[in-house]
Each structure stands twice: as structure tokens, then as C-alpha cells.
């Protein structure tokens, strides 16, 4: 089975990350997600690009095993990823399931736009494993919700519910069906024209 499933809903395309039993980010999923990216952009029908996890939840994190082994290093590494999808000029919407935590979250943040589920968690967890966030978690976390918000997630690495990030400018939205609300959303942007290309601007220049 694929690690990223590519599937079409309408004129959306939908990148779901199935990698059981936390959809980590693996090597595989990385190229999974890189392939569904140029899948998603070639195609002149797709006008939008949401990505979301299998069985209900996000990424929640790093393969902690490809850490040991050194693939966590291996192109493509998630840096790579992330780089490609800020170069993505389609609306690219993460739908966040359960827990969108440490990489799975820095993933989600990296889009121009995050749609979660009441019962959503996320956070920057590393470090309770000794490390910081290495993905561009910490500029893009202040640069969405100040430096006090930010400050206080990353030394503490408290898990954050969706209600309280969206407050903070973490999710846009709050839908009981992330992935279909998250296809609207990327339709919206394309209606309102021009939105996306800045807010992809906005986000590319937050993250040092």
C-alpha cells in the first residue's frame, strides 16, 4: 500500500498520509508527499491541494526509528518537503485529525491555511525528547501566534486544543469534517483570487 494516498474530490486533490499507527513521516511518506505535490500541480484541473492522515489522524510526528537508522536524514528530508510545498501557488490546506504533533505539525504549518476538528490536538513536543523543533516549527509558530504563545508551547511541549489554536491563529477553521471543509476552503481561495499567493509569500518569508 501506498504511503500517501492521491485521490481526486471534485476539482481538489487530496494527499492522505497513511502510515499506521500515527501516519509518521517517514521516508516513504516524504516521497509520497513530494510525488503527490507534482502530481497535484501538473494537473491544470486540480485548483486546489489538501493534505490530510488515514484512520483520523495527522501526522504526529518524526519516524522516531529513522532517527536511529539515519533515513530521517535521507532526501527527501521533510526541509525538502517543506520546500516544495511553499513553492506550491495552488491553495495547499492541511485537515487535521487527533494529534498533529512536533514534524506533523511544522508539515501542517508549512500550508497556507490549517483546518482541524474539535477534538484536534497540537503542539511542539521535542522537547520532552531533549531536542527543538527543527523544521521551521519555531518561526512559523511566532510568526502565526507572537512570541509569548510561542515561547510557552516549545519549552513546555503541551499538546494545544483546537479551540485554544484557533484562537491563536494556529487553525483558521474548526469543522466536525476537517477534509471536506478544508476542500472548500482551498475553492474559496481560488474565488477570492490572489489570497493564496500572499499568504505563501507571507509564510516562505516567516521561516529563517
Known amino acids: ?23 509518521a513521516l517517514s521516508l516513504a511518506v516524504r516521497e509520497g508527499l513530494m510525488e503527490g505535490l507534482e502530481r497535484a500541480v501538473a494537473d491544470p484541473a486540480v485548483v486546489a491541494v489538501v493534505i490530510s492522515g488515514a484512520e483520523g489522524t495527522f501526522p504526529a510526528g518524526a519516524d522516531i526509528n529513522e ?15 517543506q520546500a516544495r510545498m511553499e513553492a506550491v501557488r495552488k491553495p495547499l490546506i492541511a485537515a487535521l485529525e487527533g494529534n498533529a504533533l512536533g514534524g506533523g505539525f511544522e ?24 531536542l527543538i523543533p527543527g523544521a521551521g516549527g519555531t518561526q512559523r509558530f511566532t510568526r502565526l501566534a ?11 511541549g503541551a499538546q494545544i ?3 485554544r489554536a484557533h484562537a491563536l491563529g494556529l487553525i483558521d477553521a474548526v469543522a466536525t469534517d476537517a477534509v471536506t471543509a478544508a476542500a472548500e476552503l482551498g475553492r474559496q481561495a481560488v474565488l477570492e483570487g490572489g489570497r493564496c499567493a500572499s499568504r505563501a509569500i507571507s509564510m516562505s518569508t516567516s521561516a529563517g
Not at 532517527?67 to 518537503?81: N, R
Open 1 to 23: 500500500m501506498p504511503a500517501v494516498n492521491y485521490r481526486l474530490a471534485g476539482d481538489v486533490a487530496i494527499l492522505e498520509i497513511a502510515n499506521p499507527p500515527v501516519n
Open 67 to 81: 532517527i536511529a537508522s539515519g533515513l530521517a536524514l535521507k532526501a527527501p528530508m521533510i526541509l525538502d518537503v
Open 107 to 130: 508539515l501542517a504549518l508549512t500550508c497556507h491555511w490549517r483546518v482541524a476538528t474539535p477534538a484536534t490536538r497540537v503542539g511542539l513536543p521535542e522537547v520532552k525528547l531533549g
Open 146 to 156: 507572537g512570541p509569548e504563545a510561542a515561547l510557552d508551547a516549545i519549552t513546555s
Open 161 to 163: 486544543p483546537a479551540a
